[in-house]
């Protein structure tokens, strides 16, 4: 699993919704300008390297990004190609596809009950330095969050930002006091319907001065607890119309008190957001030491999952038009009919583990042999022997979303995975 922030033991994420994820399409980069924020607290050499970015997707009609900038077989990269290849998709930013139509109708609620007072960034660079994503928002150093295997690092000191928290204190030294902030996050995680290591997320932010709180009688945090409640029970409403919600109190490190919200739908509770009120320190850090602040985290994906009835977080990054072509920009209404249900074919591996052995390191060798083809990958089996060795069993479902796949084609891609689980994590096959 992902490593979350919310709870002690990392069970992060939550919000990972069908985690979520393609084809390249050639016309995906139009849109994609990646600017940097005037004030980012990137060093140069990574600015240097985000206008690259920016600069031969440009150059190269968005079809080609400069690769070697993200991607290099150094021990401080762990930047797979299959990662690469979906930064500057930037489905949040296609009215017409699930993950645009979703953060509109969110836009929409903030704009009418707050006569668009947030302002919206939905083009801020992934590329983020480690300051950004883990200290400014005083993840504790030893967070297991900030480890190789769960983060994407391109170097030792620049990201995939695995949050879009990674923003709050650049747009606050800016002098923001409410925005949202939407864009695709990217972590190391497992394989199935619910997890994809690129999501999709959308942070909001909202401070409040003395004059806001003091006539209330409330102290500040109270007021501003009650105000991020009452908010997002709204947009709740917005979205999934009377329906059953609950409070569940947990922990972020840039939070305080920390909530989750859940909601009752078909039959099960379903963890929507993280939000809490910021840590004082964020806000002194960042030049508003006398006020407070509420800021939420939503999973576009994982909302979009339920709100469209879509089954699969693969689906997103579907450039299949029996998907697309169901969804309707502004129409939050519409339920996905599934255009075909093809097998899934089984695949089970077994091997003795070594101790550097990682769940996260196995599903990233496997999704680099078969892509969007693994739906999901379980372990079915576990012992340690007396020799003390362990080992796992790993059961793998490959499905095509889009067409059957032929007993060969599965019976080759068993195989090069196999050999490349064998070269890379330099397991002992059983
Ligand atoms: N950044 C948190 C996450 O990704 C979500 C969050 C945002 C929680 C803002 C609290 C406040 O899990």
Redesign the pocket.
């Known amino acids: 699993m992902a490593t ?3 709870l002690a033991h990392y069970t ?2 939550s ?1 990972r919704t069908s985690s979520l994820f393609l084809h390249r399409r050639r016309n995906a980069f139009n849109h994609f300008s990646v600017p940097f924020s005037s004030s980012s607290s990137l060093s140069t050499t990574d600015k240097r390297k985000c206008r690259r970015l920016v600069v031969s997707i440009l150059e190269l009609g968005g079809v080609k990004i400069a690769k070697d900038d993200v991607v290099r077989d150094d021990p401080t990269n762990n930047v797979p190609d299959t990662i690469f290849s979906k930064l500057g998709m930037q489905l949040h930013r296609r009215n017409q596809h699930p993950i645009g139509i979703l953060k509109n109708a969110i836009y929409e609620y903030f704009d009418t009950n707050f006569s668009t007072k947030f302002d919206k960034f939905d083009e801020l660079c992934p590329l983020v330095s480690v300051k950004q994503n883990f200290d400014d928002v005083l993840v504790p150093a030893d967070h297991v969050s900030r480890s190789y295997n769960d983060t994407y690092y391109v170097d030792s000191q620049t990201v995939l930002r695995c ?3 990674a923003h709050q204190a650049e747009l606050l030294r800016e002098g923001h006091t409410h925005f949202l902030v939407t864009g695709d996050v990217y972590r190391r995680d497992s394989i199935d319907s619910t997890h994809y290591p690129v999501f999709h ?1 959308m ?1 909001g932010f909202r401070v409040f001065s003395p004059d806001e709180w003091e006539p209330s009688g409330l102290d500040a945090t109270s007021y501003a607890a009650e105000d991020l409640k009452k908010c997002l029970e709204g947009l709740a409403r917005h979205l999934f119309g009377a329906v059953e919600m609950r409070w569940i109190d947990t922990y ?1 490190p ?2 305080n008190p ?1 909530f989750e919200l859940e909601i009752y739908f078909k039959e099960n509770w379903l963890e929507v957001l ?3 009120v910021t840590e004082q320190e964020i806000l002194r850090r960042n030049g508003r030491p006398d006020n407070v602040a509420w ?3 939503l999973g576009l994906e994982r909302l979009a999952m339920v709100l469209f009835d879509i089954p699969d977080i693969r689906l997103f990054w579907s450039n299949d038009e029996r998907f697309i072509s169901q969804f309707c920009s502004g129409q939050l209404g519409i339920k996905f009919k599934p255009f075909s249900k093809y097998p899934p074919c089984y695949k089970d591996m077994s091997f003795w583990i070594n101790e550097s052995f990682t769940e996260n390191n196995l599903c990233e060798v496997i999704r680099g042999v078969a892509g969007d083809l693994v739906e999901e990958v379980s372990l079915i089996d576990n012992f340690t022997n007396k020799k003390g060795m362990t080992s796992h069993c790993y059961r793998i479902a490959y499905r095509s979303m889009e067409r059957s796949l032929t007993d060969e084609e599965i019976n080759d891609l068993q195989w090069n995975v196999r050999e490349q689980v064998l070269n890379k994590l330099n397991v002992v096959l059983r």
């Open positions: 979350a922030f919310s992060l994420f919000l949050h879009t928290s997320q942070e972020f840039f939070t920390s993280g939000c809490g800021a939420f985290g």
